[in-house]
T-cell receptor, first 119, second 116 residues
């Protein structure tokens, strides 16, 4: 049973629409991440968060934005979708750096992903 | 920049045989963590195996084991008795730097096909 949930699973939307991809986790993890991944290809980190009210941009420039108002929720928003945004978006979470230094790093838990198609 | 390199973009293996996926990494830390993740087609990414760098003993999880060579910065994954369900993308990852706040660095992945 998944402890991190992404909705919707699939989304087809027209160019110019505003969309929000939802990600929620029930593990109390401090850190959360968004990755962009074309099918069968490498992962690109686009956003991450260390905790509430903390957000950072990742390695890949993205026109999306994120927010972290609650520990368990890390939504990603595209203000104006374009065909170049067509991709899979993966959300992940992990314990914070303090917990990792004490208990070790146990990696990320990933959601099932949202497959976005912009037409 | 810290890197993780998977030199085999694609591999195939016959069912019931053994296959080894390669991974090398770069770090200046003395202690760190290494991971292998599995991403089946259209399914969730899951953790396969984890290795703590200060532990010399290679990690093992059922049919999955690693060959961890710290001096060579090599972390290969061996899959024994391959099954059709092992068909997936496999990503190697490291937590290479204490100051990175725990962000993992992922390799580009190896696509493994298990053939009947």
């Amino acid at each position: 049973e998944a402890d991190i949930y992404q909705t919707p699973r699939y989304l087809v939307i027209g160019t110019g629409k505003k969309i929000t991809l939802e990600c929620s986790q029930t593990m109390g993890h401090d850190k959360m991440y968004w990755y962009q991944q074309d099918p069968g290809m490498e992962l690109h980190l686009i956003h991450y968060s260390y905790g509430v009210n903390s957000t950072e941009k990742g390695d890949l420039s993205s026109e999306s934005t994120v927010s972290r108002i609650r520990t368990e929720h890390f939504p990603l928003t595209l203000e104006s979708a374009r065909p170049s945004h067509t991709s899979q978006y993966l959300c992940a979470s992990s314990v914070g750096i303090g917990a990792a230094l004490v208990g070790g790093h146990y990696g990320y838990t990933f959601g099932s992903g949202t497959r976005l198609t912009v037409v | 920049a810290q890197t993780v390199t998977q030199s085999q973009p694609e591999m195939s293996v016959q069912e019931a045989e053994t296959v080894t996926l390669s991974c090398t990494y770069d770090t200046s830390e003395s202690n760190y963590y290494l991971f292998w993740y599995k991403q089946p087609p259209s399914r969730q990414m899951i953790l396969v195996i984890r290795q703590e760098a200060y532990k010399q003993q290679n990690a093992t999880e059922n049919r999955f084991s690693v060959n961890f060579q710290k001096a060579a910065k090599s972390f290969s994954l061996k899959i024994s008795d391959s099954q059709l369900g092992d068909t997936a993308m496999y990503f190697c990852a490291s937590n290479p730097k204490r100051g990175s706040q725990g962000n993992l660095i992922f390799g580009k992945g190896t696509k493994l096909s298990v053939k009947p």
